[in-house]
């Protein structure tokens, strides 16, 4: 008994003259009230999938195959009108940006009650109110006159379950549902999900490029590369004892949160584009693959049965010999030298009109040290201050209370002394290389940029760039490039190259690794430790994700609300966190 | 390698059009075979060559005072093409550096170019052209300093908007921490960003300034008597359009076709040149 089944579809995309399969022969089978993970990094063609039933696909892109079939019918060749008829009805959809997928002029009961008027729900009013209170939000009654801007991320997400599952539908197909949101309301919103499912017996097809999450969530996992399913089987097996050599590399590549640290496996390159997949002839993993042998780059890879665990690779046997190494030491950091000092800081915005002056506390009493070469982590949710702490410290924003010294001198002064210091000490890279990068400048311009300030002369700058381009691990010629003509993961390094042209005793990272897959990230972490030895910066690293902060940083720092509720050595506030608020970021981490 | 705003089919129409207005412009002795005020008092109002009681020497005939239309015509477009060039880049200049400083700076000095922008475009521009050219006396620079202190805020307020965007990417902060002043984060990081907007502001500007100056030169408020542009010819041809209809027509066809050309390359470089949609696509 089977409630979806793809046979051997196929979507293509026709980018000028090339015609390219987005998706390539994808055989899928989900069962009534069973969850589904379709997993993948950006590129494998998850999202197609979610498409292609709705019929919702970018423009020069086609499906095909043998079948689609939904509930006995076939959603390739059924007439628009009655598929239109399932969706919504039998198969609804959670969005990923929850605060997009609302109409912010109109209220939420507004919104609701259309959907289930179309459904054909009589007493909207009524099912509205239970279905919210079914996600567990607060007073559901008084909920349906706000609009979607008074409301948080997670709640708008809350209410796109309770509208997906309002219709009882037979399929829900959840896009990335939690990924735009912080780590405890991702806890929250999984678990209201999976309420629902198992309450309606609901199947999911649920989308994610977090493998960790998948095997929490679902019963079966089909892994995605280069679109094309590489292993597909049991979501316990899948995650415990991968088949497939692309599936391990994904799971080494991510740092843990439990258990003993250890390396990164950092897969070369990144995933083929899609014109770049046309020239790829047999395995599409096969050029990154640590298996890859002379048979994979001929022969298309075939799928291997072995129960209800598929694969696509002919030598599954040797996945297991994939190792990712010992963690990268951290090297002795010399207690003496302290470098950044901040005691008692704080930063209060003021807001509002001249009538009605609110004061908001970004950042209160924060108190720490750093020492020479030392990695410090900062994690805490969207909101609790971090980025006001980074701009603080940059002299991108002024205090309002409090000291920070740095290399010895006090900088919370707002004076060109002060400013010179920090020019000399610290630098920052910036969380989103699209703004980060000056697209108008060459690769090569952006990471010397700090010499062209100084006014050094420009054939030295140029021998400069080739240098610190050798030190990204990247080849000289993308330094005549411009950064909308690299990858994500290569932008990232030109930003990460640009703070450390002169060396800084001190590198502020803004969220460098978030929004990138996690074959990238093991690549910018790798690249990260590798610089740490060379040249002996100390770094405050900012982010949400607590795994990539215990790989690499000794210290940690949580904050909630603009206040630092611990701080310690990673490894003893992570195995014995003493603050509710650290215990709960810790809990909320998929264990898969 | 053709850039692609090259390729673009208004660009180059355009280009063609305005082509080939800067050449009757500058070859206007050649041929026009006659000074554009010399007058003929024995054949006023002659009709175009081709119509009945037309001169071989006139060919699209004469005004009120026997002077040749065609002579002035090509004449004509040397004044239109004079305020295009000085009036549009000055214009240009102060609404530029307007916009730099209120968008980068912000604070209290925007707040002042922002009042300023909007009372001065609370005033039809026409009219506040005429109350200065009153003010200023009649005359070519006069015309072109009329539409450098109108029209600037076209620029100011446009680009404005331009540089509040580009002034909060990160790219701007970032050129600040490795220690570039104020002065070359506006110059090499801020401006490169809206100079394709600029372009695009400019022609279409030049075009204004080539329908103003004709408005002014029409009502006599614009260039002096014994200058010759294609609003005056408007004017004389206006009161005898029925003996001599290309007194009136030509300098219409004439300004049509000037500012279409600008407008034309405008848009096509608009749409070749603009950020926003470069980005779009990656």
Same mark, same amino acid.
């Given at each position: ?13 026709? %980018? ?93 009961? $507004? ?127 899948? =995650? ?62 075939? =799928? ?71 990695? =410090? ?6 909101? $609790? ?23 010895? $001198? ?85 930003? %990460? ?45 900012? $982010? ?49 | ?282």
């Amino acid at each position: 008994m089977t409630l979806l089944r793809a046979e051997g579809l196929n979507v293509t995309a026709r %980018i000028g003259p090339l015609t390219v399969p987005a998706l390539r022969d994808l055989n899928l089978s989900l069962a009534p009230g069973k969850v589904l993970g379709l997993v993948g990094e950006s590129g494998a063609g998850k999202s197609m999938v979610g498409r292609a039933i709705a019929q919702m696909l970018p423009p020069g892109f086609t499906v095909s195959g043998r079948g689609l079939h939904f509930a006995g019918q076939d959603l390739l060749t059924m007439p628009a009108g009655d598929r239109r008829a399932l969706l919504g009805r039998q198969i609804a959809f959670i969005p990923q940006e929850p605060l997009s997928a609302l109409n912010p002029v109109r209220t939420i009961g $507004s919104q609701f009650g259309e959907h289930l008027r179309r459904v054909g729900v009589a007493d909207w009013r009524a099912a509205a109110i239970a279905a919210l209170a079914s996600v567990h939000l607060p007073d559901p009654a008084g909920l349906l006159e706000r609009y979607p801007h008074q409301l948080s991320g997670g709640m708008c997400q809350r209410v796109l379950i309770a509208m997906a599952f309002a219709s009882k539908p037979a399929l829900v197909i959840a896009d990335e549902p939690t990924t735009a949101l912080d780590v405890t309301i991702q806890a929250r919103i999984i678990g209201v999900m999976r309420e629902l499912q198992q309450l309606h017996d609901t199947a999911v097809l649920f989308i994610t490029h977090d493998l960790r999450l998948a095997a929490e969530v679902c019963d079966e996992i089909a892994v995605l590369y280069a679109g094309g399913v590489v292993e597909h089987g049991p979501a316990e097996v899948v =995650l415990n004892e991968p088949l497939h050599p692309y599936t391990k590399c994904l799971l080494l590549s991510a740092p843990e949160i439990h258990g003993p640290r250890r390396g990164l496996y950092t897969l070369p390159e990144q995933m083929p584009g899609l014109r770049a997949l046309a020239e790829i002839p047999g395995c599409r993993f096969a050029p990154r693959c640590p298996l890859a042998r002379e048979s994979c780059r001929n022969a298309p890879a075939l =799928l291997l049965l072995k129960e209800a665990h598929r694969v696509a690779c002919p030598y599954p046997g040797e996945v297991a010999s994939i190792n990712a190494g010992p963690p990268a030491a951290a090297p002795e950091v010399t207690a003496g030298e302290i470098l950044v000092d901040v005691r008692g800081l704080g930063k209060t915005f003021r807001t509002g009109t001249p009538f009605k002056r609110r004061a908001v506390a970004a950042v209160r009493d924060v108190n720490f040290t750093l020492h020479a070469g030392e990695f =410090l982590g900062v994690v805490g949710e969207s909101g $609790s201050g971090k980025s006001t702490l980074a701009r603080l410290l940059m002299g991108l924003e002024r205090p309002t209370a409090g000291e920070i010294r740095l290399a010895g $001198s006090d900088v919370s002064r707002w004076d060109g002394a002060a400013r010179r210091t920090r020019l000399q000490t610290a630098q920052m890279v910036f969380q989103d290389p699209q703004s980060a990068l000056n697209p108008r400048r060459r690769v090569a311009s952006i990471v010397t940029q700090a010499l062209e300030a100084a006014g050094v002369p420009a054939a030295m700058r140029e021998a400069k760039a080739a240098e610190i381009l050798a030190d990204l691990g990247m080849p000289p010629e993308l330094g005549s490039r411009f950064p909308n003509q690299l990858s994500g993961g290569q932008r990232q390094r030109v930003n %990460i190259g640009r703070a450390l042209c002169l060396v800084p005793k001190l590198l502020v990272a803004d969220e460098i690794v978030s929004g990138l897959d996690v074959s990238v990230q093991a690549q910018l972490l790798a690249l990260l430790a590798r610089l740490r030895e060379e040249h002996r910066f100390a770094l405050l690293l900012i $982010s949400h994700d607590l795994a990539v902060v215990r790989y690499l940083c000794e210290r940690v720092m949580v904050m909630q609300r603009g206040v630092v509720v611990e701080q310690g050595r990673t490894d003893e506030v992570f195995a014995n966190p003493q603050h509710p608020y650290t215990k709960e970021l810790l809990e909320a981490v998929p264990k898969g | 390698m053709i850039p692609r705003w090259a390729r673009d089919g208004r660009v180059l129409v355009g280009l063609v059009l305005l082509a080939g207005v800067l050449a009757v412009a500058l070859l206007a002795p050649l041929l026009a075979g006659m000074a554009p005020d010399e007058q003929d008092l024995l054949a006023t109002l002659l009709p175009a060559s081709w119509q009945e009681g037309g001169d071989a020497a006139h060919w699209l005939g004469t005004d009120s005072l026997g002077r040749d239309v065609f002579a002035r015509l090509l004449y004509g477009a040397r004044v239109a093409l004079t305020v295009a060039a000085i009036a549009a880049p000055g214009a240009m200049i102060a609404g530029t550096l307007a916009a730099l400083l209120a968008g980068y700076l912000g604070g209290w000095f925007d707040w002042l170019v922002g009042r300023a922008v909007d009372v001065w475009m609370s005033f039809p521009p026409v009219i506040l052209s005429l109350i200065l050219m009153v003010g200023l006396g009649t005359g070519t620079r006069n015309v072109i300093f009329a539409i450098m202190l109108v029209d600037w805020t076209r620029f100011c307020r446009v680009l404005r908007a331009e540089v509040l965007v580009v002034a909060r990417r990160d790219y701007v902060t970032a050129a600040g921490l490795v220690g570039f002043g104020h002065l070359r984060i506006l110059v090499r990081e801020v401006f490169p960003a809206i100079v394709p907007l600029l372009i695009t502001l400019l022609t279409l500007e030049m075009g204004i300034a080539v329908v103003v100056e004709a408005i002014l030169s029409f009502v006599g408020l614009g260039v002096k008597p014994d200058e010759v542009a294609w609003g005056q010819m408007i004017a004389d041809g206006r009161s005898t359009i029925y003996q001599a209809p290309f007194n009136l027509l030509a300098p219409v066809v004439a300004i049509f076709v000037t500012v279409a050309g600008f407008n034309l390359l405008g848009d096509g470089l608009r749409r070749s040149l603009d950020v926003r949609l470069l980005e779009g696509r990656g």
